[in-house]
Nanobody, 125 residues
Framework: QVQLVESGGGLVQAGGSLRLSCAAS????????MGWVRQAPGKEREFVAA????????DYAHSVKGRFTISRDNTKNTVYLQMNSLKPEDTAVYYC??????????????????WGQGTQVTVSS
């Protein structure tokens, strides 16, 4: 079992930056692929980024590629999402998620087993 706690959300102007953090409990953090998923009001959950448990490879949604960077520190049981050049359309609740899926990097929210409580990111124009 993995418990996830996000932090770092807030209000930022368009063009600004935020870094989200997700602290995980448990001894087996390094064996989970970690991801970030967001949900805007009235919209479905949207995959944002993921980082593999095995080789640290990453994948991003097209809408954030080149602006967001996901990373992990297995010594601290923490995954990060650095968000630069933020746009109003990035406004959403951002969820950290973990999966034991062993296929290709999970880019489908339904593949994630564990979820944090979410952190609000609001980008003003």
């Amino acid at each position: 079992q993995v418990q996830l706690v996000e932090s770092g959300g807030g209000l930022v102007q368009a063009g600004g930056s935020l870094r989200l953090s997700c602290a995980a409990s448990g001894r087996t953090f390094s064996r989970y692929t970690m991801g970030w998923v967001r949900q805007a009001p009235g919209k479905e959950r949207e995959f944002v980024a993921a980082i593999s448990w095995s080789d640290g490879s990453t994948d991003y949604a097209h809408s954030v590629k080149g602006r967001f960077t996901i990373s992990r520190d297995n010594t601290k049981n923490t995954v990060y999402l650095q968000m630069n050049s933020l746009k109003p359309e990035d406004t959403a609740v951002y969820y950290c998620a973990a999966t034991s899926y062993r296929g290709r990097i999970a880019t489908t929210p339904d593949l994630y087993n564990y979820w944090g409580q979410g952190t609000q990111v609001t980008v003003s124009s």
